[in-house]
Every structure is written in C-alpha cells, then in structure tokens.
C-alpha cells in the first residue's frame, strides 16, 4: 500500500462544548498512558499501509495538547516522520514547555481561537478568553514554530456584524500563515441546539452575507481562498493545509484511535467510538472494533466532486463525466456559476460563495 496521510485522534478534553458532535471524552487523565501505547501499537497493524515517505501527520481530537506532557512526547516520537506534521491545541493549554514540544516534533499548530469576544466564548462554552488566544500565539511564535493557524467560527447566536469584523480583525493583527473559518454547525440533538435553537434560526438568515464578509476581509488582507472555509498568507511558500488537502483531493488516508476514519484501496473503516473497547483490543494484540464500507466507484466519484469543487483549483474531469449533470452543468455555467472546459470543471468566485447549493445542482 501507499498511504502518505496519517491521521492521529486524541478524544480528551477537560469539558464538551455544547455545539461539539466530535468523539471525546471529559476527563480519564489516567488513560492518557494506556491510549497512547493503544495508538502506537494500531499503528504497528497498520504500518503496511503506510508508504516508505509519508507526506502528512495530523494529531487531532478532542485537545491533542491536553494529554500528559510525557505523554505527548512518547506519541509524538513513535509516528513517522513527515513533511508536515500537524497538532491541534487549545489556547488555554499552551505553555511554553509545551511549545517547545512542539516545535521540536511539529512543522504546524491549529489553534482552536474561535472568537475574540469574551460574551461569545460563553456561548460556546470555551474555556479560553481573547487574552489566552495572544498568548499562546506569543508563545508559540517565541517556540519557533513556522505555521500556525488559527479556527474561527462565525454564525455564533447574539453575533453581530460588528462583531465579526472585531475577530476577523483580531486575528488578522496576529499574523498567522493559516486561518480556518467555519460556519457554526450544531447538530441536532446537541446540548447547544436545546439552549439556543430559536436564535440559531433567526441567525441562519445572516450566514450567508457572514461568510461574504469573511471572504472579502481575509482576502483584501492578502490571503488565498482556496478551499470553501480556508485561506492561507500568498507568497513564496505554500502555505495550505497538506493534510486537509489530501481529503479535498479524494488521497487515501489512514486514521487511528476512537472514532478515526480510515479511507484505503476503495474501503472505508471507522473505529468503534468506546475507548474502554478500544484500550481493551489493542492490550489483546487485535485492531479495535470497526464499521466497514465498500466504496464503489459511483460513490468515489460522486465524493471527488463534491470535495473537488470546495477548492479554488479545476477539478480534472476525466472518469467524472457521469456523476454532473451534464443540463444542469449548462444552466450553471449560463449564470456564472460554474466554469468548464474540455478537461476541467470548477466554480466560479460567485458560485463559491454559494458553495454546497450548486455543487448538490450538479451531481447526476
């Protein structure tokens, strides 16, 4: 096999945010050993799945940089070496011992920042204020790390415009190579839904004239737009997120710990999310319990569309003909929303910012 993209997940987190649906545990500080030996000995069953280079590591969760530092440290030093290596943190978190962990294994950092308004950190429930935000840039930066990167989300309830322009603002004061903007999704049935459904609908109507506004600021302030949510710093190095590429370019991957996703040779695995069950396996010497899916060809077409055309690149269009519609393509390109050439599909500026509602237009 030849998979060149790993992806690590580390579910622990010191409390749930309620808008969170991801795979976490509160707590269980004295597992961190246990699941770190469990991740490193998945990857000793996975290992013939990895190519001789591997292009990218992602340490995600949950808060990577919650774990024990010692920890850390062990995990950090038993996965392959890579081009680009990637570890999630909390501000609240950051130290400077622990950036200097950091630097010495990472090439990357994906700061969780998420707002610089204190009011708005409440309603999602962070435990970092704007202040911790600074300093762990600071921190990081005096580390010697080269690339960071920092979240946002807009589309929080009781957000004003003004408000997003004070984040956006905020964050472009910091200098990141990297910045992630993400309308707030909180799914169904969540803790965050109960508490704030009526004004999540009532915000649902600003959404869109948000993420114009994001868009039109990150890229006046000289950053590329080049994935629906993404932007990085122009200039001479490429600055994009490899690993997150890799998805966005329909790359096999291979995903460890609880909940981790695994996308190989046209199968598709997810572990089972219980990490008792997954500690339990790994002790055995057995891989953790697992959902499999065959992937078909229509269904790996269809999903290189719908990712191909969240970036900025034509997607190349041979063995995709049959998943567009071909009359819808027609009509879309008629209203400047899409643009096709012999070889290559893509979405215009205008159809980005519509996004997902033309791309579902045009899938057969």
């Given at each position: ?35 770190v030996g469990a991740l490193l000995a998945e990857l000793e069953l996975e290992r013939h799945l990895l190519a001789p280079t591997v292009e990218t590591v992602y340490l995600g969760g949950g808060t990577p940089t919650l774990i024990a530092p010692a920890a850390l440290r062990r995990l950090l030093g038993g996965l392959p070496a890579a081009a680009e ?280």
């Open positions: 096999m030849s998979v060149r993209h790993l992806y690590v997940h580390l579910p622990f987190c010191s409390s749930r945010c309620g808008y969170c649906d991801f795979v976490t545990v509160v707590g269980r500080d004295g597992e961190h050993d246990r699941y290596v990637t570890v999630e943190a909390n501000p609240e978190t950051v130290t400077p011992d622990l950036a200097e962990l950091l630097a010495a294994h990472a090439t990357r950092v994906s700061l969780g920042a998420q707002s610089f308004s204190d009011r708005l950190l409440r309603v999602l429930d962070r435990a970092a204020r704007p202040d911790d935000v600074r300093r762990a840039v600071a921190i990081l930066r005096d580390a010697g790390i080269p690339n960071l990167s920092l979240d946002l989300i807009y589309g929080v309830p009781g957000q004003t415009p003004a408000a997003l322009e004070h984040d956006l603002e905020c964050a472009l004061e910091l200098a990141p190579e990297h910045i992630s903007a993400y309308e707030l999704e909180a799914k169904a049935g969540t803790r965050f839904t109960h508490a704030h459904g009526a004004e999540l609908v009532r915000q649902a109507d600003a959404l869109e004239a948000y993420f114009e506004r994001v868009v039109e600021t990150l890229t006046n302030a000289g950053y590329r737009w080049y994935e629906t949510a993404n932007f990085c710093r122009s200039g001479e190095r490429d600055l994009r997120a490899r690993h997150n590429l890799g998805y966005w370019l329909g790359r096999d991957y291979l995903g460890l710990g609880i909940g981790a996703v695994s996308t190989v040779a046209g199968r598709r695995w997810r572990n089972a999310p219980s990490l008792p069950r997954y500690l339990a396996a790994l002790a055995r010497g057995e891989r953790p319990e697992r959902e499999h899916e065959e992937l078909p060809t229509e269904t790996r077409a269809l999903e290189r569309v719908m990712l191909g055309l969240r970036l900025d690149e034509p997607l190349p269009l041979a063995g995709l003909e049959a998943t567009v519609d071909a009359g819808e393509l027609e009509r879309l390109a008629g209203a400047g929303l899409v643009e096709r050439t012999s070889r290559t599909l893509s979405l215009t500026p205008r159809g980005r910012l519509l996004g997902g509602g033309v791309t579902a237009r045009l899938l057969a």
